[in-house]
């Protein structure tokens, strides 16, 4: 009795955990989306992903910056963490045990939400340049891109106790590696390809990896049953 209690438990917080993810993602895709639509002249390739939540007209290295919208697009950062942060900790209830790589995770994922916060309250246009306070924008860059993807990379070994298939740890280390690739690729590399567009292969490889883990546990109602069936 207690086991199937334990199960349905486990179930419950796997599926609930799914649906956090999928919100994140959402919450990124979505408030990107209006805040691009409302800024005249925006390029996701040329702009950067923070210039869409800087709140008020400025130029930054030869790019004109006027985004209506913001507060739409900061708001979706922070909606992002507390998805982002509540579905690391919540998937921790479907684990039947949880060792160093889950704690490995749950600190990725909570660096994460924290860079989110960061980057919602401090901006990158030149009023932040100016006052000096660019620098946590700078450090939550750094913590949800770093942060996210090492999620990404550490996933398939802290969620082997949920089954997840034999393809996800791999792809997980794909993304993550290729998300971390791009970011140190866009700070220290020759610049053959346009900030933009490198910036974005960086985040948007999390917001991949968000899907493919609420696809796979949602796909999966019935695994964790058999899972604890047959440790019974």
Known sequence: MRSTSRTVAADWAARMAALCWLGTAFSYFIPETIAALAFRGYSFSTHMISDLGIPYPTVIDGRSIDSPLASVMN????????FFASAAVIVGRALP???PAYAVFL????ADALGLVLIALFHSGTREIADGTIIWHMVGASLSILGGNI????????????GMPRVYRPAGIVLGLFGIGSILFLVAGPGWFPAGAVERASVYTITVWELMTAAF???RRG?????AKGRA
Do not use: K
């Open 107 to 110: 600190g990725a994922a909570l």
């Open 151 to 162: 999620v990404a990379i550490s996933s398939g070994f802290a969620l082997a106790p949920l």
């Open 75 to 82: 708001a979706g950062f922070v909606v992002q963490a507390l």
């Open 217 to 219: 546990l949602l796909s």
């Open 223 to 227: 695994g964790l049953n058999s899972l």
């Open 97 to 99: 045990r949880r060792g």
